[in-house]
């Protein structure tokens, strides 16, 4: 019975630590922005999709994360700065959207081709990676792989293998719940609520990506400015 509570007290622990970080609330506003002209089915595999794509990258970054970076070089502020260039990217294209002329009648057969290209691409990029599993997120999930395999917490070994499986699992779980949720919200507010959530998202991926950007150089900063 101890050691089912010590699997429980790691979940409930790691649940603490991940969900700010993920934060599903903000990829839920994000799906809402990005996927006005797409169906009911096309959001419900976009949100399946995400999910697991959060789940993947955040098992492998517990697991291969820290020798991956170490392979290619790539430091925390480094894995924070690209993070940070990829959020305000995709902000700036939700705050400023090209004005296109899908009303024509001549493009009208290409505009749903387009739409099925843009709803293949967005479970993986923002809705995964950088927004759920984001620089912060994975900076959080490889530090603590340190600590979990160096048993800070005295944890028995069975409940160190399946706690961070389980962890990743269940914030998989919540934001699959929530991103199934925003085809009723999207019917709440109707297609001039969905654009302004849209332009709002945008200028709040422009401010979370200049914030990476500025914590991954003061990051840099402070490990490589020496001593006095």
Known sequence: M??????????????????????PLTTVALLLGLSGNMTREERNQQSLMASVYVFLIMTIAFYAGQLVMNTFGISIPGLRIAGGLIVAF????????????????????????????TSANIAFVPLAMPSTAGPGTIAMIISSGSSIKA?????EQWVLLVAPVAIFLSVAVILW??????????????????EAISRLMGFLLVCMGVQ?????????ISTYTPVA
């Open 212 to 220: 990476f950007i500025i914590n991954g150089v003061l990051e840099i």
């Open 2 to 23: 101890t050691s089912i509570m010590q699997l429980f007290q790691a979940i409930g622990l790691g649940l603490v630590l991940l969900l700010p970080l993920a934060n």
């Open 151 to 155: 048993n800070v917490l005295g944890f």
């Open 90 to 117: 995709i902000g700036f294209r939700m705050l400023f959207p090209q004005q296109s002329a899908e009303e024509a009648p001549e493009v009208e057969t290409k505009s749903d081709e387009l739409r099925k290209k």
């Open 177 to 194: 719940g929530c991103l199934r949720s925003s085809g009723a919200i999207m019917r709440l507010v109707g297609k001039s609520g969905i």
